[in-house]
């Protein structure tokens, strides 16, 4: 059989081809390039979250550049200035940045359980009428009963809404000390302050090196459970819509790996962080809950009482759904944004 003639026609065509292949070999091997999201967050927290992103983040096309802040303030302050696309943010200060129009947006939620009530060894807290007697019975003897925390934190507003419960003025009834929250468990052993309102890592330090024993948790019921969450600036989730898409999708798939796991999270975080075990685990078996869904009915409620204690001049409960997508995160999971809007 005659082999077919090969002309410059074939040879065009058989070139052509070729480059057709070549050009599809090139294209199916072809990365985008990453999109640098710059997170802002506090100095040694979400452990877990940090160990798994570089697992996730290539997935959307993302490079995560982690950078932290001594404090949440810091974070909402770089936020507003464009130094960062999306941060970790407490209800107070969601309700702050309204306040002082700042246009962010809150994305999605994190979680809660940050709030302790430790007290020194000796002092009697046993539950809150022994307590509510101790503070009045101090206040009588001229050494009203001292609480470090920091000034204008959210735990700070806590314990006075709390105190307040109970019938106590916070501010006129104790002496509130601005203690950082690093220094709380030196400050509780050294006697320098009875109790102090402190973040549940640096709770779990006192407790567990025998200076403080737990006066309360304040998280759940009418405590409340939703403290953290994710915002970005309004004109991202306008400007780059996807881009935002792409950093919801990652978080929420990075939080599904472990937020209803907790021997998966204390394996997460003891990779992270350089706290004892015991430190570790008492923090995420005892005081810490994840959830990417935001109970919205407890940021309305943090509006209500920020007013009440004066922190802001209006009560901006109203204006926090004006401040809420969850769109974003409704696309990720496959949920209503409804049902994201309660845990």
């Known amino acids: 059989m005659?082999?077919?003639?090969?002309?410059?026609?074939t040879l065009w065509l058989s070139s052509l081809s070729l480059a057709a292949i070549g050009a599809g070999a090139l294209a199916a091997t072809y990365v985008r390039r990453e999109d640098t999201v710059r997170y802002g967050t506090v100095i040694g927290?979400?452990?877990?979250?940090?160990?798994?992103l570089p697992s996730v983040e290539k997935k959307y096309g993302l490079k995560y550049d982690m950078k932290d802040f001594r404090d949440a303030t810091s974070t909402l302050l770089a936020l507003d200035q464009g130094e960062l696309d999306v941060i970790n943010t407490t209800s107070q200060h969601l309700v702050r940045a309204i306040s002082e129009g700042i246009d962010i947006v809150w994305i999605s939620g994190w979680g809660g359980g940050y709030n302790v009530l430790v007290a020194r060894k000796g002092f009697d807290a046993a539950d809150d009428a022994a307590l509510t007697v101790a503070i009045l019975a101090r206040k009588q003897q001229g050494k009203p009963v001292?609480?470090?925390?920091?000034t204008g934190s959210m735990q700070h507003a806590k314990l006075l809404i709390y105190l307040k419960s109970l019938g106590i003025d916070g501010e006129r009834d104790t002496q509130i000390l601005n203690v950082p929250f690093p220094n709380h468990p030196r400050a509780l052993e050294a006697g320098e302050v009875d109790m102090a309102m402190t973040l549940s890592v640096f709770g779990a330090i006192a407790i567990d090196k025998g200076d403080a024993k737990l006066v309360r948790h304040l998280f759940g019921d009418e405590r409340g459970k939703q403290e953290i969450g994710f915002i970005v600036n309004r004109r991202l989730t306008r400007d780059k819509p996807e881009l935002v898409q792409h950093i919801v999708s990652s978080l929420a798939e990075a939080m599904d790996m472990f937020m209803s796991n907790t021997d998966l999270r204390i394996e997460l975080e003891r990779k992270y962080s350089r706290l004892p075990d015991a430190v570790v685990a008492m923090q995420e078996r005892e005081f810490l809950k994840y959830d990417y869904r935001t109970n919205v009915a407890d940021l309305k409620a943090m509006a209500k009482e920020l007013r009440d204690l004066g922190w802001v001049k209006e009560d901006y409960s109203d204006r926090i759904d004006k401040h809420l997508d969850l769109t974003f995160l409704a696309k990720a999971t496959g949920r209503s944004p409804a049902q994201l809007s309660t845990w």
């Open 2 to 9: 005659t082999p077919p003639r090969m002309t410059r026609r």
């Open 45 to 52: 927290t979400l452990g877990a979250l940090r160990t798994v």
């Open 146 to 150: 001292t609480i470090g925390v920091p």
